[in-house]
């Protein structure tokens, strides 16, 4: 019984610790990584898929503001899509 349950616990935290990524990005993600030329580990890739729908959905929401008039210019997914704000702003500097 005690293995039984210690399984159960060890899948349920190796499901939880799986990274959830919104699937009706996921063509756009792959489009993305193919003309960047991005390739990733499987650790990597699933890090910088999190920050790049992060970044895509700031651009989504930016761009809706946009099309209301609460800004003067729209964004869209560049080559820096992968990369937290801390990185590219370290780029400047190099």
Known sequence: ????????VLCLGTALATPKFDQTFSAEWHQWKSTHRRL????EEEWRRAIWEKN????????GEYSNGQHGFSM???????MVREA????ADA
């Open 56 to 63: 895509m959905r700031m651009i989504q929401l930016h761009n």
């Open 1 to 8: 019984m005690n293995l039984l349950l210690l399984l159960a």
């Open 76 to 82: 869209e997914m560049n080559a820096f899509g992968d």
């Open 40 to 43: 990733y580990g499987t650790n």
């Open 88 to 91: 590219f702003s370290g780029t």
